[in-house]
């Protein structure tokens, strides 16, 4: 089914960025403001230039790619903020180079970039309720049928929710998200997400219980099996873990994230750490992949911003 590639890191970045620069095109503003999305603020004109990306430059300007539609992760913006938040600048310079235009690259900021509040945010209704409308604007902007999706560590536990729908059990409410996505998404990919959650949450969930991004009902706790989380043994092999109920039913849900899914991570990974496993089992594997790719040396944001020519790879394989 899948095939383990190890690659160097450094064969895959070998190009010249352009810079970036946001906010959402004026068109696109105006066409949200003009169908009803104005109250999402999906310009993120608090955040700057950096909090939106895409739409056409002029009215009527062809669309001859498939939309591709961005979430990135816990504290990250949409295009780079500074260097430690480096946003989609990178596969967005590449996919430019590459022939595509800003009126088919979308990407809009969510939670508020400040960077100690990382352990506030969940998987929350009004996080995925909100990329929702994002997607549902940019479908009906740019008059596809389908987009595809690239996403990032937390994002790509939102952007999973978004597109399979169903309800949401949250911690601060309960919601629901609508019927599912799946035809309207091609190719999804998912970089160095937590879908089966992160081992250091386990104790935070019980110490901390402040750090709602661990929670165990819509945060990242990997559960409580025998043994340790990172020290798997293969006695333990079998065992019925429970972890984050958000996490649990996206895992269980059937609807495809996309018609073909792709999951990328690396060995190196220094949030996810551990080599990205989780009881025994890669936490970055969607369950749904068609193929993955393992990088050695990468960080947790190399593995997005060091990946461009794999992304815009796994993204034309499906094109053609
Ligand atoms: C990036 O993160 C490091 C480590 O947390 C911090 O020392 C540095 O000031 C940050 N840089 C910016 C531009 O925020
Ligand atoms: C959400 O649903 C769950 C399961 O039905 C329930 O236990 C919980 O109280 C609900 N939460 C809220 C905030 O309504
Ligand atoms: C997913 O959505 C499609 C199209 O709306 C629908 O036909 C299908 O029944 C849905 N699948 C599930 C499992 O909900
Ligand atoms: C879990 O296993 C790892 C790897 O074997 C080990 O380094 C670590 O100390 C263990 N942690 C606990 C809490 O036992
Ligand atoms: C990748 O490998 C190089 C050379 O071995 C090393 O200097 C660098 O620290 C590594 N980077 C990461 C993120 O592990």
Redesign the pocket.
């Known amino acids: 089914m899948v095939s383990l590639q190890m690659l160097l890191?450094t064969l895959t970045f070998g190009f010249v960025a352009t810079t970036v620069v946001g906010p959402i095109s004026k068109d696109f503003k105006t066409w949200l403001n003009s169908y009803g999305y104005q109250d999402y603020n999906f310009d993120r004109s608090d955040i700057g230039a950096s909090g939106s990306y895409g739409g056409r430059q002029t009215a009527n300007e062809a669309i001859s790619h498939r939309p591709i539609i961005f979430i990135h992760g816990n504290s990250d913006t949409a295009v780079a903020s500074n260097s430690n938040f480096t946003g989609w600048s990178a596969s967005i310079s590449y996919f430019l180079q590459n022939g595509y235009t800003p009126a088919e690259l979308y990407a809009t900021t969510w939670g508020d970039n400040v960077l100690n509040h990382f352990a506030l945010r969940t998987h929350d209704c009004e996080t995925v309720q909100r990329l929702r409308k994002f997607f549902e604007a940019v479908l009906k902007y740019t008059n596809a049928d389908v987009v595809d999706v690239i996403s990032h560590s937390m994002g790509v536990t939102l952007a999973r929710k978004v597109i399979k729908g169903g309800n949401l059990q949250g911690t601060d409410k309960n919601c629901s998200i609508g019927a599912n996505l799946s035809n309207k998404v091609n190719v999804f990919i998912g970089i160095a997400g937590a879908n089966y959650g992160l081992c250091l949450c386990n104790d935070i969930a019980a110490a901390m219980p402040e750090y709602l991004t661990c929670n165990t009902v819509n945060g990242f706790w990997s559960g409580r099996g025998n043994g340790n989380c990172t020290g798997f043994s293969p006695e333990n092999i079998g065992q019925k873990i429970k972890y984050s109920e958000y996490l649990m039913d996206l895992n269980a849900n059937p609807n495809l994230e996309g018609q073909k899914v792709y999951s990328m991570w690396?060995k190196?990974d220094?949030l996810i750490t551990n080599g990205c496993d989780v009881w025994g089992r890669s936490t970055a594997l969607i369950p749904t992949s068609n193929d993955f790719v393992v990088f050695?040396?990468?960080?947790h944001m190399?593995s997005k911003d060091s990946t461009v020519r794999t992304q815009f790879e796994f993204i034309s394989k499906k094109s053609s």
């Open positions: 890191s690396s190196a220094d050695s040396n990468l960080t190399e």
